[in-house]
């Protein structure tokens, strides 16, 4: 299968400044591509780039090896779904999804199947006659994905089309537009600042950084094994632990916390050979134990100061005197933490990543 879309070396700047640095990416056929990073990241620059609304100052961007660098946007075979949805108020949703097949020279008569097929798989057909400010948000932004596949574009790019609804709607849809991805085969390319929607929704993710990108691969390899402390941080919840004299023996890392030492499954990690270095543990991946006999081997003692319930679980954070504060999140089925609590806490050998550097304090992942 041919890579649908390459990014080649594309640099933009504006002046001095530089919204992408060199980037290269290829994009597969058929793939749910995400571009996730913070704001004024490249993120949006990028996906302007692709459907020809920017020019990059150097570079190609090429769709099936064909470059398309300088083609104009009405000449890409591209939808397109913005955040605000852009639909025409005096136009009905039909006519709405009918618009661009109308500007392809398509007649009524012609164009009426492919607008009830795409009406049907969002399952709107029955609001065909409503006008846009008689629909709900979700039901907008139906019709406008609608009106992005109606005429079969080969790509769908997504400019974060559901930051502007609730958060319940917002996962409802989540779910509705994966489905819909498996079920066109069209690919996706889609802008978002959400960790959760990247990670619900990807088959890959290129997180973006200062117009650069600093990390590519699939939702569970970036979670599991960040490259950097801004990934590890950027994507969910992170404790990031100092660490010294770290030693590789074999199929393992062993390195001190304080006074203590510990272990860790190396598996295909590169290890940092120089400087500052942190243990990345996710929160889910402590588990808090009231007696250290019953703790495993990796194991830190600390003191329970802060607890939160999310419903579905606690967020309690412990401190420590070697590692700090430490978050941990406990399951429901698990006894309730309470504020002064001595407890351990313990993670298995294969748990954690060993980063270069240390995070600064404004990158604490559970701060405020």
Excluded at 39 to 61: C, D, N, Q, R, Y
Excluded at 238 to 263: A, I, K
């Amino acid at each position: 299968m041919k890579d649908a879309l390459s990014f080649e070396s594309v640099t933009k700047k504006y002046g001095e400044f530089t919204a992408l640095d060199n980037v290269s990416l290829d994009i597969k056929a058929g793939e749910f591509m995400t571009l996730l990073g913070p704001s004024g990241s490249g993120k949006t620059t990028m996906l302007m780039t692709i459907g020809g609304f920017v020019e990059p100052s150097a570079g190609h961007v090429t769709l099936d090896g064909q470059r398309i660098t300088h083609l104009p946007p009405e000449n890409r075979n591209f939808g397109l779904v913005f955040q605000g949805y852009a639909l025409f108020p005096h136009l009905t949703v039909w006519e709405n999804v009918f618009y661009p097949l109308r500007v392809r020279g398509m007649r009524k008569a012609e164009a009426e199947p492919k607008v009830r097929d795409v009406l049907d798989l969002i399952q709107l057909s029955h609001l065909a006659e409503r006008f846009p400010k008689q629909l709900s948000g979700g039901q907008q932004q139906r019709v406008a994905l609608a009106r992005a596949l109606v005429f079969s574009p080969e790509l769908l790019l997504l400019d974060e089309p559901l930051s502007a609804l609730d958060r319940a709607l917002r996962k409802d849809l989540q779910r509705e537009l994966k489905d819909l991805h498996e079920r066109v085969g069209t690919t996706f390319i889609y802008v978002t600042h959400d960790q959760e929607e990247a990670l619900s929704m990807s088959d890959r993710i290129a997180i973006l950084r200062d117009g650069q990108i600093e990390q590519l691969g699939t939702p569970s390899q970036l979670y599991e094994k960040p490259s950097s402390i801004f990934v590890a941080n950027f994507l969910g919840k992170s404790n990031f632990v100092p660490v010294d004299d770290l030693t590789v023996e074999g199929g393992e890392v062993r390195y001190s916390v304080g006074q203590d030492r510990f272990r860790l499954s190396r598996g295909d990690m590169s290890i940092p050979q120089s400087g500052e270095l942190s243990l990345a543990l996710r929160p889910e991946r402590l588990t808090l134990y009231a007696n250290h006999k019953d703790a495993p081997e990796n194991c830190i003692a600390g003191k329970v100061v802060k607890v939160t319930y999310f419903g579905q679980l606690y967020e309690a954070i412990v401190s420590t005197q070697a590692a700090g504060d430490l978050l941990v999140t406990v399951d429901l089925a698990q006894n309730e933490p309470r504020i002064g609590d001595q407890v351990w806490l313990g993670w298995a050998i294969d748990s954690g990543v060993i980063l270069a550097g240390r995070p600064v304090e404004s990158d604490d992942a559970y701060a405020g």
